[in-house]
């Protein structure tokens, strides 16, 4: 099931999310739900807020060619950074048409829990580590716009104030 993607600003953005304990049916339906979401959109990547749901959870596929590639990590944890960074330009589907510059470590290692509830632990490069924190983050209550200064965030809130008014009145 396609589920509707929140936009910004909403307070089920800004929350810290809560772990999930064990891998129930439910959040497996979840999960399945989200990466149709993410296909749908389309994306790259998915945090439980932007549909509304405060756990700890995130689906990617950074794969652009070829055969999908379909991750789900519950739990997910950085548990190690490099040095190097890297500059990438992000998008968020909550929101929408807006793309912007953001700086962060270039590889980083995460620990997470699969489908079937074993750990994993693997080091993403390239478009799927960027990925991987932006989508961290969105379970932390951040946005890649938190990453840019106050001005250009406040004109964004305003840019996607306007765009959920026009869309309400339909
Ligand atoms: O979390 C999200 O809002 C999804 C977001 C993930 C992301 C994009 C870019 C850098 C970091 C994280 C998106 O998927 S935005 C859409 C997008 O990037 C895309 C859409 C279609 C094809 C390729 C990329
Ligand atoms: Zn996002």
């Not at 929350?15 to 296909?39: F, G, H, N, S, W």
Request: net charge neutral; aromatic share 4%.
């Amino acid at each position: 099931m396609i589920r509707p993607i929140l936009i910004h600003p909403d307070p089920r953005l800004k929350k810290r999310c809560e772990p999930v304990a064990a891998i129930t049916p439910e959040l497996r339906q979840l999960a399945a739900d989200m990466l149709e979401t993410m296909y749908d959109a389309p994306g790259i990547g998915l945090a439980a807020p932007q549909v509304g749901v405060t756990r700890r959870l995130i689906v990617m596929d950074c794969i652009k060619e070829g055969p999908p590639e379909p991750l789900v990590l519950f739990n997910p944890e950085i548990v190690a950074v490099s040095q190097d960074v890297s500059v990438y330009e992000e998008g968020c589907l909550s929101i929408p048409d807006v793309y912007h510059e953001v700086t962060r470590p270039a590889e980083v290692t995460v620990r997470w829990l699969d489908l079937d509830g074993m750990a994993q632990e693997r080091r993403f490069a390239g478009l799927r580590a960027t990925c991987v924190q932006h989508e961290i983050d969105h379970l932390d209550g951040r946005l890649f716009i938190d990453h840019l200064g106050p001005l250009k965030r406040q004109l964004i809130t305003r840019r996607m104030e306007k765009l959920k008014r026009e869309r309400a009145r339909g």
